[in-house]
């Protein structure tokens, strides 16, 4: 199975003469980015219906995601835990993580849709926003079919983050769409390169990662040029609205990736390792590291506003 894209980077920005009509350029270098994506979709997309082995019973021999990847790695708790149980543990974090990931992915979804509502189906950009969605759909029937795979109940957010999630898919627009969209992809996409590569983890979920990376990779490109795009008309008020808005977003996404059920359902003490996972150092490093591309955007982007900044620090994103 390809591990990457290989995505063709969009044509960079007339100069000189050309440059004076930008309103026009910037028309064009759109649909440009639009077709490029529909064309990457066309060369290299996935069925998870037929490329993941669901046939074949669950080997608990193996981990659900690289073990550097969880939550208690690094902690006491880890050290006292036998490998079984590591292994459980981790297959319930991953089943986590996919329910958290299918929890956004509908929110995505009916951003993006609200967004392309009046726009010319006729464009590349309508018709790459819906291919993008038929991807989204794909993906979160894998995740669910993948999570029931671990051995894993439906893990849902908490109540308070579900409801501001359903209050952000009906009123976020603009770069505060886009650029939530990127935060939730950009940390799925680190830790799950990791995950794909690792032959300690279950080759189905290896497989899941691998679909999913590949397929993003084309979300996140969209979604830092929706993100541009929009902030070119923001003004100051607006962008430090959104600055804090996005990064509220990020907050509740990342914290709600692991639910503390995991731990019970791993038969571990949930009480301690809750305690631990939240003092756990290595866990903080291995999300900074992650997300270390995404907060240069963010900046580059003028979305580092010192209120956004209690949020990020506050997830361990920076």
């Known amino acids: 199975m390809a591990s990457s894209t290989g995505i063709v980077r ?20 759109e649909q440009d ?23 074949t019973p669950l080997d608990k021999d193996f981990h659900g995601a ?59 950009e309508f018709q790459w926003a819906l291919t993008e969605i038929a991807e989204e759909c794909r993906h979160s029937i894998m995740f669910a079919r993948g999570a029931r795979k671990l051995g894993a109940p439906p893990y849902r957010p908490h109540r308070f983050a579900f409801e501001l999630g359903r209050a952000f898919k009906t ?4 770069e505060a769409a886009y650029a939530a969209i990127l935060v939730a992809e950009e940390v799925l996409d680190v830790m799950q390169r990791d995950w794909m590569r690792d032959e300690r983890v279950v080759p189905f979920v290896r497989t899941i990662n691998n679909i999913h990376v590949v397929e993003e990779s084309r979300h ?15 003004g100051r008020l607006r ?8 990064a509220i977003a990020a907050y509740v996404i990342v914290t709600s990736m692991v639910n503390r059920e995991v731990y019970a359902n791993a038969g571990l003490d949930e009480k301690r390792a809750v305690r631990e996972a939240r003092t756990n150092e290595h ?4 999300m900074r590291s992650s997300c270390s591309g995404l907060m240069d955007f963010l900046a580059s982007a003028g979305l580092l506003t010192k209120p956004a900044l209690v949020f990020y620090k506050r997830a361990n994103l920076i």
Do not use: N
């Not at 009123?171 to 603009?174: E, H, M, S, T, V």
């Not at 962008?239 to 996005?246: K, M, N, Q, Y």
């Open 10 to 29: 969009p044509a960079g920005r007339p100069t000189g003469p050309q440059a004076e009509q930008p309103a026009e350029h910037d028309r064009h270098d």
């Open 33 to 55: 980015v639009a077709r490029r994506l529909l064309d990457s979709a066309a060369r290299l997309a996935y069925d998870p219906a037929v490329e993941v082995d669901w046939e």
């Open 66 to 124: 690289s073990p550097e990847w969880s939550t208690l790695y690094g902690t006491p708790y880890w050290d006292e835990l036998t490998e079984e149980q590591r292994k459980e543990l981790t297959r319930q974090e991953a089943a986590s993580v996919a329910s958290t990931g299918i929890w956004f992915e509908m929110i995505l979804q009916q951003m993006v849709l609200r967004d392309i509502y009046s726009k010319d189906p006729t464009s590349a």
């Open 171 to 174: 009123l976020a627009f603009g």
């Open 220 to 234: 996140m490109k969209f979604a830092r040029d929706e993100t541009r795009k929009r902030l070119a008309g923001a």
């Open 239 to 246: 962008r430090r609205i959104h600055a804090l808005v996005i």
């Open 283 to 286: 866990h903080k490093a291995m």
